[in-house]
């Protein structure tokens, strides 16, 4: 699995090269200074253990506010997995755990 920590200047590209090789792509907004937003990361990186083919873009939307607004984020941590571009499959807010984001992720492919 794939894991990058974008700004405003290489969002877009990163997002463009994980779609054209077909990956799932996880995007995790957070905060540094939020200590759900840890645990979250703790349970993607989890993640990397159990599933193939995605990959996990983290946005820290205190340096990257344009990114946050234009998925509409106000609370940390956020969570929106893409199956491809323009299909998001699924969008939350809070922790949530490792088993149950390969749920989310196996049951729509």
Do not use: W
């Not at 997995?81 to 729509?108: C, F, T």
């Amino acid at each position: 699995m794939a894991q990058f920590e974008v700004d405003e200047e290489n969002y877009q590209n990163i997002m463009d090269e994980e779609f054209s090789k077909g990956k799932v792509v996880i995007l995790n907004f957070s905060s540094e200074f939020c200590q759900l937003c840890s645990a979250l990361e703790m349970e993607l990186y989890q993640l990397d253990d159990m599933i193939e083919n995605v990959s996990i873009i983290t946005i820290d939307c205190v340096n990257a506010q344009e990114i946050a607004e234009i998925y509409d984020i106000y609370q940390f941590p956020t969570m929106i997995i893409y199956r491809k571009k323009n299909d998001i499959i699924h969008e939350s807010e809070g922790v949530i755990l490792a088993e149950d984001i390969q749920k989310i992720i196996e049951s729509k492919l």
